[in-house]
């Protein structure tokens, strides 16, 4: 079985933000040829492409995104598209171990800024409709998320404070990193007084510098077959997992609103593909569109307890030394500075993240490459769509065992 | 732009809160369903449709809204959160509404845990000729100013052989503006004439305790209809399930109509809905007569603009029958004539009126000729009479065309509302009789003169009877209550003109 694993040989992306002279098309061609280019492939090896992005024919108003990527790179192979890049990346698996193509072009896009003057109430239409409705915004479900956990929980007085201390040292946390990292959007340390004078401002338990922000940018991958990634690349990154799960649309409706039940599932499944367990996995990309889900992607991925995850967060913020310390180990946790500082251009999100693992699995990742005590061996991303409407897992490994 | 296949779903689901059960294992849902999750395949055929729009819940958690999206900006800072019906087996996202917030601190932790009542609302903005959004997530605290009321159908227990009142409700939200002497009734930003009659048909239903598939029609008159073109009374049929419904194509055995003549739109229909529920071959028990208005009025420095001192906003509704009644219609008598005192051109958002027309020729003229026919009818003299209630446009009118009538002021106050609620328009004499019935003893009778400029006037000649004492028990939100509540909070001018503009 391992020996099908499916392979990563080439990673790209565009610097994430603000893109205003470049339309979603320039974007995603930039992150294809620089991925093409890590790869060493030529464009005629490509036997299919998965490409994705969130709502750019809603926001933009632009034709079949699939057209757009064969006119500049002049393919004619087939083309899938889906809504977020870890989608697109499960598909392709499922296609390359099923023996169909040997070697896939992964990409994913959005271009967000262009609908500033509509770009929430679409996010919170998809998000959920009924919701809309009655007046939620998309900020509005993580606030309404962190008084159900403290009400859960029980926690106040000094508690509460520590835990609105975690969630604001994850701030300055993925701000840190994102300074290491020259395609993140942000490149600027923030303080946790800032993070509490703009939760301030806001008079909300979450502030600006708690939600990540608006972004455009590109992303993409070579997905290759274990025969083939063993003849390109020098250093394949292999996917032993590859999961998704799904759960309510209407967020109310779910049964426990502490946590995101498809995210736990997805990861369980993950998991068992690769046959690792939670503790063999050193490095996590978690999907932080807030302070608070990173937070909640911790237990949820079950590297936290449940109602434990801002003890740890909080005890290994408070002198940070580049990783959460849980149970004695060491967790590296959106080292590209995550949502919040790298950006959030949802349909290439996913494609950041895998970015990051596959930098840092190889050693790649320059001045932000992590000081682990044990040689790393894997690395997990967690994407959501929605408000954890859909969670997809993938499990990356340096080596196979 | 709207989708009307879109509107006409999720108003269909979200005005009424409508939910599903499984028998098997009670579990629930908002939102309709043919079979339950959980109980899978042998759940067909029986899940049972439930709704919310009645009952009471418990906001859980909340947070406040201070940037929200496109459609919801003219809300202002708002609390949105999560509402749990029948101890969290349903949950549903919810805004409250009536609610002012001011520039302060909030501590949502003293807001939750309360429990809530569902409100029928506009949902958020619409363009001008866009479908107009309604929806009932929206809600405000069970223990302020609109209490919660179990709704309960109850067995009729007397025939009587003159039709009569059998239920009635007045709907008047709960911010006001005071100027000198005189309170008016004002909406919420939320709020339109369309509203109101949903709310104050449901007060009808929970007073009247008839079952609402016996009514067979109902009219809605108002001259404030958000739509020139598209009824009123389709909604208010559809969201108080007005006769039987027809689950499949979610269609109820009704007939609904709108009226329109000026403030008497509403009351015209009385004898209409009287007529109907005596005629023995209709079969219909009962029919619904429901006046509302958000009283247009030009802001005070254009042409038309000396309204705004006076206008209100409110609904009321009676239901007529034959069963169960409180009061029994003796007689009428109506009057017309082509008399242009107050009109609005199609397109003009705010009305006209002729000045001094109003008064003598108008108002005093008509009122004044349907009361005296009526009385000669009867062979009735102004010291036979318990309670006089005429239209109200202002304070000065009805008190004087009361005592040309021979009325005196303990006859006439009781149902004098208008320095309460401003003008009502198609509401305003029937908020007084609702008044009046609010007080009344059996055996007393009541003469309510309508005004409706164009101009024609209607009058009525009530007896109350022994039941009105035993329904009374059944309505908290009376006049009342509407008058006096704690809860009333009252704008300033800018305030209210923002309010009256909507969403």
Known sequence: ?401 | MSSEPIERRVSYIGDRLRGSQCSICGKEYFRTKDYCGKCGRKSFGKMEDIDFFYEKGKLEVCTVVREPTNKFTKLGPYIYGIISFHDGKARVPGRLTDCVLKDEEIDISVLEDREVVPRFRRRCAAGQSDIVPTISLAFSFADEYYPYQRHEITKPKKEYETPGIVGYGVYVSKFRIKEGAIERSIPFIDEDAITAAVEAGKMALLHAGVDPTHIGKVYVGSESNPYAVKPIASKVAQVLKLGEEEKLEGVQSVDAVDTEFACKAATSMFKDASALVYYPRAHIPYAMVVGTDNSQAAPRDELGGELDFFVGYGGSAFIFGMRDVIAEIEAWYSCTSDTPDFWRRDLEPYPRHGGRFTGDPAYFKHIQKAARRLMEKLRLQPSDIDYFVSHQPNVRFPIRVASELGFKEDQYSAGLQVAKFGNTYSGSSPIGLAAILDEAKPSERILIVSYGSGAGADAYCLMTTDQIREKRLRQKFTVKHQCESEHIEYVNYDTYRRFKLGL
């Open chain 1, 1 to 401: 079985m391992s020996s099908s694993y499916p392979a990563i040989i080439g990673v790209g992306r565009t610097k994430f933000g603000e893109h205003y002279e470049k339309g979603p098309e320039i974007l995603i061609e930039e992150a294809w040829l620089k991925a093409s280019e890590s790869a060493g492939i030529e464009r005629k090896n490509i036997e299919a492409c998965y490409s994705s992005d969130y709502f750019l024919q809603l926001t933009n108003k632009i034709g079949i995104e699939e057209g757009f990527i064969s006119e500049f790179s002049e393919l004619h192979v087939p083309m899938e598209k889906t809504r977020s890049f870890s989608s697109a990346l499960l598909n392709a698996c499922n296609a390359v171990q099923s023996g169909k193509y040997g070697i896939v072009l992964v990409g994913g896009v959005e271009k967000m800024t262009d609908r500033w003057d509509k770009i929430r109430d679409d996010l919170m239409l998809l998000e959920d409709p009924w919701s809309y409705y009655a007046g939620c915004t998309p900020e509005a479900n993580h606030e309404l998320m962190l008084r159900e956990y403290i009400k859960k929980y029980k926690i106040s007085g000094k508690s509460l404070e520590t835990l609105n201390l975690a969630l604001a040292h994850i701030a300055v946390k993925n701000h840190h990193h994102a300074r290491m990292n020259e395609y993140a959007q942000f490149q600027s340390e923030v303080s946790v007084d800032k993070v509490l004078k703009e939760r301030l401002n806001a008079r909300k338990s979450l502030g600006l510098y708690d939600f990540a922000p608006i972004s455009d940018g590109a992303t993409a991958l070579i997905l290759a077959s274990s025969e083939i990634a063993k003849e390109y690349g020098d250093a394949p990154i292999w996917v032993v997992g590859s999961s998704s799960a799904t759960d309510y649309i209407t967020f109310p409706s779910r049964d426990d609103r502490t946590s995101f039940m498809a995210s736990t599932i997805a990861m369980k499944s993950a998991l068992k593909m690769a046959d690792i367990d939670t503790k063999d996995i050193q490095l996590a990309e978690v999907y932080d569109q807030s302070t608070l889900l990173e937070m909640i992607a911790l237990e949820d991925l079950s590297f936290s307890q449940r109602g434990k995850a801002w003890h740890h967060i909080y005890q290994s913020c408070k002198d940070y030394e580049g990783f959460y310390e849980i149970d004695g180990r060491r967790l590296f946790v959106n080292t590209n500075g995550g949502l919040k500082a790298d950006g959030n251009p949802l349909g290439a999100t996913g494609g950041a993240q895998v970015f990051e693992i596959v930098k840092q699995l190889r050693g790649e990742a320059g001045n932000r490459q992590v000081r682990s005590d044990s040689e790393l061996r894997y690395g997990c991303v967690l994407e959501l769509e929605g408000f954890g409407t859909k969670a997809y897992v993938h499990i990356l490994a340096r080596e196979l065992k």
